[in-house]
Every structure is written in C-alpha cells, then in structure tokens.
C-alpha cells in the first residue's frame, strides 16, 4: 500500500509537470530565443580576432657526418627538453627577439607544439596585431640558430613549410559553444523552475484535487476561454451560440444543483471563494440564468456589497429602471428583471455600500433574505471572498448550502484549506466546488475574466 501510494505521488507530481511546462511554455521559448539573440550580440561584440602564422620544421642532428631518424628524433627531443621546456618558446628565445626589435616586450605569443614522437615540429607565432606577428616571425627565423647555439642545443631545423606573406586570422566567434552554455543554463534553470514550482506550490488543477486537498465534491468544471472581444463578459445566452461551451459546463453543474435540490429541500445557495479574481460574479450569474431558462423562478442576489457587479454582467441599464426597490438597514436594493430570461430577477446595490459587513450582519438583513424564500424556486447569492471579509460567513448562516468558485492552478490549497475550515466552523454547509478556468477544456471564444478588490 505504502508503495502504491508514492507511485500514485509521484505520477501525479508528473502530471502537475507536464500541465505547467504546457502552461508556461509560450512564455519560455520567447525568453530562450532572447537569450540565443543576446548570446550572439555580445559573442560578436566581444569577439577579438587572433592572427597568427605558422611554420612547420624537421628537427634533425649529424653523427659522424651522416643523418639517421632514431638522431633526428633525438635532436627534437633536445629542442623541446626533458619536461617539455622547449628552448624555442624560452626566455632566451623571447628576451633575444625582443632585442632583434628593439622592443622592451614581445608584442606576439610564441608556440611550439611536436608532431608525435616524430621529429617534426610546427611553431606558430599568434597575436593581435597582424604586421606585429609578422615581425616577430620574421625575428624568429633569423634569430633560432643563435639561440640554439646560446642554449648549447646540438639540433639543426629544416623548414619544410613557409609561414607565407601576411598572418592570417586564427579564431572564429564562439557561437555555439556559448550558445550551448547559455541554452543549458536557460533550460536548467527553467526545469528548475518546474520542479520547484510543482514540489512546492501545489495549487488545484483537476477535479480529482478537489477531492484529494479539500475533501469536497466537484460539481463541474468551467473551461477557460479568451474573450474574442476586448470587454465581453462570457454571459450565456438563451438565442446566442456564442460561449456553447460554458452553457454547457453551467448545464452540467446546474443539474447537479437540481439533483441536490430536490433531494434535500435546498433553495439558497451562496457562491463565494478564498480570494479575489476566481470567477465567483460571472459563474453566479450563469448558474441564475440557466436555472431561470429552465423553467425555475430565480433570484441572483448581488451581495457584494464592496463591489456590486451583476448589474454591469447582465446588461442591465439605468434607462430600463427597477420594477420594485426595498431600503434595509439603511442601504436601497433594487430589483430587475433580466434580459436573459423572464424567470431571472436580479437584486443590487446601484453603489458601492459603506459599513458593508455591519449591514451584512444585520437582523434586518438577514430576515429579508430569509423572506425572499416565499417568491423564488432558487436564490443564488453572490458573495465577496471569504479570506478577504466575513461576508461569505455571515451569509451562509441563511443559505441553505454554500459554493466554492475555484480557478484551476491559482491559489494555493493551504488557503483554500483554510477558507473551507471558516465557512466548515460557521455552518459546516458546503455543498461543493466548481472549477473555474479549466484548460483542459477550453471554449472556443476564451475569456480569462478575474478582477482585483479594493479591500483595504
């Protein structure tokens, strides 16, 4: 058992890998290529070019007036000395050109390098200044001998290829190689980032964490869509083809309701979630209108009273006018009917309310809501988050089940853990969660919608 359960662990810390590299990678491969186009720029930028010029000698050395290979490796072996010192890159050598030049420093690199253990022997003089390394060439070739002769080295030289007659560029611009670095360090540091994000952010991303982090039921997911129109609210309409997607979804989770409805006498339900920008108002306002397009007499109450929203979401016009009003607790509520169905009535505050959680909390209030009961098959209350204010609290004590709005992969399961606990100590009333913003199953319209609060 002990065993299955790191498997299950570890597949689904592998799932959660392949959702955000999935999800972050749009962002990833516009910073990677950045990275190659900077790499190359300051590649080029910082490129300094080499020349240099190379000539390849026989070494060879006479015994007894005749040359043989086993002499002619020997002689090498002398040039080059018994710890690889060679007396053409010595002291001697550079201090004797520098006064063939007259100059206080070598102006060019000197480099011997032997060919095996044969007694061939290339010398290539390299620098930045091509007529430098020229000159100090040319100082070389006449000056060898006598430094040979100085070192007391029994070794002759026989060019057998001539430097030509200018230096020639000896280094290209490192591009690839930098650029595999940086792409390793790029890559590295962004599959850090995943492991890390995964391991240590752990956020709802699937129904079933709905029911693995919280312990609650999913009465449906809502797909992600991307308005096609900058300021469309993903509003599903009775006529309207548009948003198919989300109607569907709504229908799925409404008859859920429905369901739950019937069985346990439920008719007020309040729609909240743990933080600011999870869908609440827009998923409140669907689940009205698809309850009302089936035939229920339905009520959204807007009790936001921070930040009424739903007059704005349904299209509603201060030209059309409220049928009715009523003033509790000293704040005016007006009631609308609904363009979106003749069964929908929607109850605001026209402004935002001051003192909103005392109003909230009052006797007045809290009756009123309970007498709506008489008129409407279902009340659905729109609340402010619960980790925010108390209202999502105070208002669960007169509904008869409260909901979660949960957006896919954004806020932490410890939070929402704890918004569940404070709605869980005040009534123990949760009936669910929805998920929000499910990329998995995107619409074809699209529409991110969240919002920030101004709570201070």
């Known amino acids: 058992m002990h065993r299955e359960s790191e498997a299950f662990d570890l597949l689904d810390l592998f799932s959660k890998g392949i959702f955000m590299v999935r999800r972050t990678l749009k962002f990833f491969i516009p910073v990677f290529l950045l990275a190659m186009i900077l790499t190359g720029y300051m590649t080029r930028r910082q490129f300094v070019k080499t020349y240099q010029q190379e000539v390849t000698f026989a070494a060879s050395r006479e015994e007894n007036g005749k040359t043989s290979y086993t002499g ?64 100090v060439m040319n100082a070389f070739l006449e000056n060898y001998t006598k430094v040979f002769r100085m070192a007391m080295v029994d070794a002759d030289m026989e060019m057998i290829s001539t430097p030509g007659d200018a230096a020639s560029v000896g280094n290209k611009p490192p591009y690839f190689s930098r650029a595999r670095k940086v792409a390793a360090v790029v890559a590295g540091a962004y599959l850090l980032f995943i492991v890390l994000y995964v391991l240590l952010h752990k956020t709802i991303n699937t129904e079933e964490d709905i029911k693995k982090y919280l312990r609650s039921t999913c009465l449906g997911s809502l797909p992600y869509v991307r308005s096609a129109k900058k300021g469309m609210l993903p509003i599903i309409s009775h006529n309207g083809s548009r948003f198919h997607d989300m109607k569907e979804s709504i229908g799925s989770i409404r008859r859920h309701i429905e369901r739950e409805a019937r069985k346990n006498h439920y008719q007020t339900f309040v729609l909240t979630s743990a933080a600011a920008g999870e869908g609440t108002s827009i998923t409140c306002a669907n689940l009205a209108i698809s309850l009302a397009e089936r035939g229920h007499r339905t009520c959204l109450l807007d009790m936001d009273l921070r930040r009424p929203v739903q007059y704005k979401n349904l299209g509603l016009h201060k030209s059309d006018g409220p049928y009715d009003s009523a003033t509790v607790y000293g704040i005016e509520l007006h009631a609308y009917h609904a363009p979106q169905s003749s069964r929908l009535d929607v109850i ?63 806020i932490s399961t410890s939070n929402l853990c704890m918004a569940f606990d404070v709605v869980n100590q005040a009534t123990g009333n949760i009936l669910g969660c929805i998920l929000n913003g499910n990329k998995h199953n995107r619409s074809g319209y699209g529409y991110g919608y969240g919002y920030g609060y101004g709570y201070g």
């Open 348 to 410: 605001c505050t026209p402004e935002p309310a001051e003192f909103a959680l005392e109003i909230m909390a009052s006797p007045d209030m809290l009756e009123w809501i309970n007498q709506l009961r008489k008129y409407y098959d279902y009340i659905i209350i729109d609340s402010a988050p619960v980790l925010l204010v108390e209202d999502a609290v105070i208002l669960s004590r007169v509904s008869d089940q409260c909901i979660f709005v949960v957006t896919q992969d954004r």
């Open 72 to 135: 002619n490796v020997a002689a090498c072996d002398d040039i080059f000395g018994e710890k690889n010192e060679s007396v053409l890159t010595s002291e001697l050598m550079k201090k004797t050109l520098c006064n063939e030049l007259d100059m206080d420093s070598l102006p060019a690199k000197i480099s011997a390098e032997r060919v095996g253990s044969s007694n061939l022997l290339t010398v290539t003089i390299s620098g930045t200044d091509s007529q430098a390394v020229e000159n």
